[in-house]
């Protein structure tokens, strides 16, 4: 493993190593190295490293996760998490412990886990960010999905005539503009339920 300016860094092998924040990309240690920032490498027991150097509390979330600032724009840090406590918080603003990892808590009550907003790339301190279709409108011939989008994911929009009977929607297009994705996909009488799916663009 790997630290350096309060980072951690798993080694993969060659010259991977996984950072301690989710989707984030891989980092370049030589250029910490050269910019003058001391690299640490420290070797640790087989089997300890993804726990060490990015998941201490093994709550599910990674540590800079959980002492970054989730909403810059609001003063001071807005993070309710804690990357040496597992349970560190409740759901809906609570701050008491509640005997569940905080990946699967719910901290601001807006119906979705920590866990499940961390991949989303939504904001887990604000109830008004989610991941879900913002809206549904037609265009001439087409159906065009809306729902919010993050850097590092990759998206799929699936479709059925009745709820359950999911299939991927191959000729459905995607635009990415700002945080915000569209899917673009033709109307038919089979495509009556529609829903997107989040994951890492590498996942």
Do not use: C, H, K
């Not at 265009?139 to 065009?144: A, C, K, N, R, V």
């Not at 033709?186 to 495509?191: H, I, L, S, V």
């Amino acid at each position: 493993m790997a630290r350096a300016a309060g980072r951690s860094w798993l080694y993969l092998g060659g010259d991977a190593f996984a950072p301690d924040e989710f989707a984030a990309p891989p980092a370049d240690l030589g250029a910490l190295r050269d910019a003058g920032t001391p690299v640490t490498f420290t070797a640790v027991p087989t089997g300890t490293g993804a726990r060490l150097a990015l998941d201490r509390d093994e709550d599910g979330i990674l540590d800079f996760d959980e002492s970054r600032d989730l909403d810059p724009e609001t003063p001071g840090v807005q993070n309710p998490l804690d990357p040496a406590n597992a349970d560190a918080i409740g759901d809906a603003g609570s701050t008491e412990p509640d005997g569940i990892a905080d990946a699967e808590n719910d901290s601001d009550g807006d119906g979705q886990p920590n866990g499940s907003e961390i991949l989303a790339g939504t904001n887990l301190a604000r109830a008004d960010s989610f991941f879900a279709v913002t809206a549904t409108e037609r265009s001439g011939g087409d159906i065009l999905i809306s729902f919010p989008a993050a850097p590092g994911r990759r998206y799929t929009l699936q479709a059925a005539d009745t709820p359950g009977g999911w299939q991927i929607a191959g000729d459905a297009q995607l635009e990415i503009n700002g945080a915000t994705g569209t899917f673009r996909v033709p109307a038919a009488a089979d495509r009556e339920f529609f829903r997107v799916l989040v994951n890492l663009a590498d996942g």
